[in-house]
């Protein structure tokens, strides 16, 4: 997918409409007169809403303030928490994506490209891998530290409830660090796995001290110190049309990653089904009947 391509796959993020592209391919318009500028960088600005949610708007100022001293911050946490090997944690989210050379992959929240540049690994020769993050300042600097040989890559900044794509686009998505603290996080639970083509990987983590560690002497102040590690996973908010979900807890048990397989469609119980080889009508819905 090269620049005309990816401005072309666009669609608004609210309606999933097609967007027109301007003459000099610097302004994308949608049906309503909403316009999105192409940045000289080649940096999309595809948010919504224009003016952000309080939290969302709070999470933008503060990694923007953040972005020189964000990498060392990060480092520092993987050390703390049970000297927790940074390289191989994150190479370890990276392979739930199972990503292959040629594939197509999302990423929400990219930051300053730590994770990015294992899934530019994966995906080259011919991939594509389009970067997001809430923060201009964020992702310059991933588009400054990353490295384009065999790979296309793309940027724009967005908000992961209103991603500016049509369904079935990619063939994984993957997001970790900022989804408790999402305005909208049920929905962007559902638009994670609905640009994400049937039978593709959705990753997604964040803080979450495990329960039975929760009233440990350093888990406590860990918790009192900073409270987004008081969050809870939020199983809740995962989609219905997913398969092989499986939860892990990880560096320290103080963050989860969660990953499932997205399927065309949600799962269904045949409670009509008769059960076999007995003399008498039996299936889950009489069972249900006379259960009340």
């Known amino acids: 997918m090269n620049q ?9 993020p609210v309606s999933g409409t097609a967007l027109r592209i301007s003459e000099d391919r610097k302004t994308l ?3 309503d007169g909403t316009t999105y500028e192409v940045g000289e960088t080649g940096i999309v600005n595809m948010l919504y809403p224009k003016e952000l949610l ?55 929240g990219a ?14 020769p011919g991939g594509t891998a389009v970067l997001s993050d809430l923060s201009p300042n964020m992702l310059k600097r991933a588009q400054e530290k990353l490295s384009t040989d065999e790979a296309n890559v793309h940027y724009f900044l967005g908000n992961g409830s209103y991603l500016p794509f049509a369904d079935n686009t990619f063939d994984a ?37 495990a329960p039975w560690l929760r009233n440990t002497p350093t888990y406590t102040t860990l918790l009192k110190a900073n409270p987004l590690f008081r969050a809870e996973v939020p199983i809740e908010d995962v989609p219905l049309n997913i ?19 997205v399927t065309a469609n949600p799962p269904e119980v045949d409670v009509d089904l008769l059960m076999p080889g007995k003399d008498f009508v039996d299936n889950w819905r009489i069972r249900a009947e006379k259960a009340e």
């Not at 398969?243 to 990653?257: M, P, Q, R, S, T």
Request: net charge negative.
């Open 4 to 12: 005309n391509e990816f401005l072309e796959s666009l669609v608004c």
């Open 29 to 31: 318009v949608s049906e």
């Open 54 to 108: 309080p939290e969302d708007a709070r999470e933008q100022y503060l990694y923007d303030q953040a972005v020189l001293r964000y990498d060392q911050g990060v480092s520092w946490v993987f050390q703390t928490l049970n000297h927790s090997d940074e390289a191989a944690t994150r190479k370890f989210f990276i392979d739930l994506m199972e990503l292959k050379p040629g594939m197509t992959a999302l990423e929400v």
């Open 111 to 124: 930051g300053t490209g730590k994770d990015s540049a294992l899934i530019l690994d994966r995906i080259k």
């Open 173 to 209: 998505v993957f997001h970790f660090g900022g989804i408790n603290t999402f305005s909208e996080r049920k929905r962007a639970f559902d638009e994670l796995a609905r640009v994400v083509k049937p039978g593709g990987k959705v990753v997604v983590g964040d803080e979450s001290v």
């Open 243 to 261: 398969e092989d979900f499986k939860l892990h807890y990880v560096f320290g048990n103080a963050f989860y990653v969660m990953e499932f397989r």
